[in-house]
């Protein structure tokens, strides 16, 4: 099936007992069992729950592989990624990710003895030279947050197969969504999502997810999801189900107007860097058109003026909302040094004070570009 069909029918069946067409919120703890130790396929939610088999089916199936588990937030889901590693091992990583993997990494993993260093991941060679004979995962995120640079996934994934078959190449595909590429399909061996973002894309519900194209990889994370116990509850997994329903269409209409923003910003005399991975300017648009299907939906741009100027667009739109997170059907605008990277503060990997995100929604293209002239006139 296309992924348009997938969307709406992967991982879903007509409820045998009520024929159901959605999959049912099966909102319960435990399950009667037949015999002592003889259940009908599901005796804890912890360990397992019909609505969120549903759910993980189905990005199972998005991302071309069979392998699909849910968790209760995206970090939960990156928190159990790191714990297939043991102490000793290195992990090389992109030099712009998310402020919360870097304060999960930086702050709590290397306690445990895990190595990090972060290394321009767009760039091949430098991932070449970043390996280590002790480096056990390299990270992506592509398109990176919030600098929105794009690394060539079938390139990195050469160099680090190439090298040991030890290496586990992680792929964080929150910003793209399975929609717009596919990292299984290009050689990575697990993908991490936000589901909160693009896959839930209504600014109502946190998750995140995981799939594997390796069975005894999945079977090792099956169980620390259980062991640890980071779940989604079945009412989560259903508002994630109930979005990826239009996942195709919306970003469509999300890059659609995203790419006017991209434009218009890059033309603005008061904007310094415009980055928009299908904008000609991006530094790898090439390899973002030869990999994604379209640009997806965020933009972000530096001001000429600086943090002020950055402070004063961000708190002077209307139609874009200042807050955090991304991906819903609404716009929202930040300043990642002070709000979702401040983590990242005193770094190598701070960044730049001027810089604002933008998730575009999917509002008129025309009211969002008059929004934005708007806040921008005052700088």
Same mark, same amino acid.
């Given at each position: 099936?296309?992924?348009?069909?997938?969307?709406?029918?992967?991982?879903?069946?007509?409820?045998?007992?009520?024929?159901?067409?959605?999959?049912?919120?099966?909102?319960?703890?435990?399950?009667?069992?037949?015999?002592?130790?003889?259940?009908?396929?599901?005796?804890?939610?912890?360990?397992?729950?019909?609505?969120?088999?549903? *759910?993980?089916?189905?990005?199972?199936?998005?991302?071309?592989?069979?392998?699909?588990?849910?968790?209760?937030?995206?970090?939960?889901?990156?928190?159990?990624?790191?714990?297939? *590693?043991?102490?000793?091992?290195?992990?090389?990583?992109?030099?712009?990710?998310?402020?919360?993997?870097?304060?999960?990494?930086?702050?709590?993993?290397?306690?445990?003895?895990?190595?990090?260093?972060?290394?321009?991941?767009?760039?091949?060679?430098?991932?070449?030279?970043?390996?280590?004979?002790?480096?056990?995962?390299?990270?992506?995120?592509?398109?990176?947050?919030?600098?929105?640079?794009?690394?060539?996934?079938?390139?990195?994934?050469?160099?680090?197969?190439?090298?040991?078959?030890?290496?586990?190449?992680?792929?964080?595909?929150?910003?793209?969504?399975?929609?717009?590429?596919?990292?299984?399909?290009?050689?990575?061996?697990?993908?991490?999502?936000?589901?909160?973002?693009?896959?839930?894309?209504?600014?109502?519900?946190?998750?995140?997810?995981?799939?594997?194209?390796?069975?005894?990889?999945?079977?090792?994370?099956?169980?620390?999801?259980?062991?640890?116990?980071?779940?989604?509850?079945?009412?989560?997994?259903?508002?994630? *189900?109930?979005?990826?329903?239009?996942?195709?269409?919306?970003?469509?209409?999300?890059?659609?107007?995203?790419?006017?923003?991209?434009?218009?910003?890059?033309?603005?005399?008061?904007?310094?860097?415009? *980055?928009?991975?299908?904008?000609?300017?991006?530094?790898?648009?090439?390899?973002?058109?030869?990999?994604?299907?379209?640009?997806?939906?965020?933009?972000?741009?530096?001001?000429?003026?600086?943090?002020?100027?950055?402070?004063?667009?961000?708190?002077?739109?209307?139609?874009?909302?200042?807050?955090?997170?991304?991906?819903?059907?609404?716009?929202?605008?930040?300043?990642?040094?002070?709000?979702?990277?401040?983590?990242?503060?005193?770094?190598?990997?701070?960044?730049?004070?001027?810089?604002?995100?933008?998730?575009?929604?999917?509002?008129?293209?025309?009211?969002?570009?008059?929004?934005?002239?708007?806040?921008?006139?005052?700088?």
């Amino acid at each position: 099936m296309q992924i348009e069909t997938q969307v709406i029918h992967a991982g879903r069946s007509a409820d045998p007992a009520t024929g159901a067409v959605m999959p049912p919120i099966y909102q319960t703890s435990t399950y009667k069992q037949d015999r002592v130790g003889q259940h009908r396929g599901y005796e804890y939610s912890r360990t397992g729950n019909p609505t969120r088999a549903a *759910l993980e089916a189905c990005l199972a199936a998005l991302e071309g592989s069979e392998h699909g588990l849910a968790f209760a937030s995206g970090m939960a889901a990156i928190d159990v990624v790191l714990r297939l *590693l043991s102490p000793g091992d290195h992990v090389l990583a992109g030099n712009d990710v998310y402020g919360g993997t870097f304060r999960l990494f930086d702050s709590e993993f290397r306690r445990y003895g895990l190595e990090f260093t972060y290394v321009d991941t767009s760039d091949p060679a430098q991932v070449e030279s970043g390996l280590r004979p002790n480096t056990r995962m390299v990270w992506l995120e592509t398109p990176t947050n919030p600098l929105l640079n794009v690394s060539d996934i079938s390139a990195v994934a050469r160099i680090v197969h190439g090298r040991s078959s030890d290496t586990l190449l992680v792929v964080d595909n929150t910003f793209a969504t399975p929609y717009l590429q596919r990292p299984l399909e290009l050689g990575a061996d697990i993908v991490v999502h936000s589901t909160t973002k693009y896959l839930g894309g209504h600014s109502d519900v946190v998750g995140g997810a995981v799939i594997s194209r390796d069975a005894d990889i999945h079977t090792r994370l099956a169980f620390l999801q259980n062991a640890a116990g980071a779940v989604p509850g079945p009412l989560d997994c259903f508002l994630v *189900l109930r979005g990826v329903q239009t996942l195709p269409v919306r970003m469509d209409r999300h890059a659609e107007n995203a790419a006017a923003i991209a434009d218009f910003l890059s033309r603005h005399p008061k904007v310094a860097v415009t *980055l928009y991975p299908f904008h000609p300017s991006h530094p790898q648009a090439a390899t973002a058109r030869r990999q994604m299907r379209n640009g997806g939906g965020m933009v972000s741009f530096v001001l000429k003026n600086g943090a002020e100027a950055a402070r004063h667009v961000a708190e002077n739109t209307s139609l874009f909302t200042l807050a955090e997170s991304l991906g819903g059907v609404e716009s929202l605008i930040e300043v990642p040094a002070v709000m979702t990277h401040a983590s990242t503060a005193d770094s190598p990997l701070a960044v730049d004070p001027g810089l604002v995100r933008l998730s575009v929604g999917l509002e008129h293209a025309d009211d969002l570009l008059s929004d934005l002239e708007h806040a921008l006139s005052g700088v």
